[in-house]
T-cell receptor
């Protein structure tokens, strides 16, 4: 599969535990944030998004938290499963410039059985 | 509904050559964006095309260019290849009528420059 990065920070968790992946974004003008999951050999896949007028959003087994004061995002995955093993990226953009996503450096999540 | 397709999936070129990569968006999607992914720089935005016009451009040299056809298929071209151009090139398609999350990525083209 594709090698996304050899020097990514890695988070190793036990199957069934909760995972928290963190991301610092760069542009205080960004008003839209997205988390992507990338598995080996595949392109990034949308997980969840959040607008800057919110500080928390929940999906199925995932929650994104946004702290605009310190320009920080986190992705929480509940009851982590082996299929969650992948590289996770946060991305920021501005709604008015829409499709130019600025990606973070990524975190590799390894789920131990 | 077929996803985003990219061809070829793998490509090997030598320095100084040029290369053309192709992206077919999801049917009905009119916006195509291109990204370069490398271990050192991560995912970086190259450009976005909508209705055959470049709408956004990243910070890449002029050796990187693209175009979009009337059927929304897009190509990107890299001329005078350098070793540092070795990367996974990803394209993403969207309707461009809603929020930016509606971007669907293809599997990428792995370019190796020798």
């Amino acid at each position: 599969g594709e090698s996304v990065g050899l020097h990514l920070p890695t988070l190793s968790v036990q199957e069934g535990d909760n995972s928290i992946i963190n991301c610092a974004y760069s542009n205080s003008a960004s008003d839209y944030f997205i988390w992507y999951k990338q598995e080996s050999g595949k392109g990034p896949q949308f997980i969840i998004d959040i607008r800057s007028n919110m500080d928390k959003r929940q999906g199925q087994r995932v929650t994104v938290l946004l702290n605009k004061t310190v320009k920080h995002l986190s992705l929480q995955i509940a009851a982590t499963q082996p299929g969650d093993s992948a590289v996770y990226f946060c991305a920021e953009t501005r709604m008015d410039s829409s499709y130019k996503l600025i990606f973070g450096s990524g975190t590799r999540l390894l789920v131990r059985p | 509904k077929a996803g985003v397709t990219q061809t070829p999936r793998y490509l090997i070129k030598t320095r100084g050559q040029q290369v053309t990569l192709s992206c077919s968006p999801i049917s009905g999607h009119r916006s195509v964006s291109w990204y370069q992914q490398t271990p050192g720089q991560g995912l970086q935005f190259l450009f976005e095309y909508f209705s055959e016009t470049q709408r956004n451009k990243g910070n890449f040299p002029g050796r990187f260019s693209g175009r979009q056809f009337s059927n929304s298929r897009s190509e990107m071209n890299v001329s005078t290849l350098e070793l540092g151009d070795s990367a996974l090139y990803l394209c993403a398609s969207s309707h461009r009528s809603g929020t930016p999350n509606e971007q669907f990525f293809g599997p990428g083209t792995r370019l190796t420059v020798l």
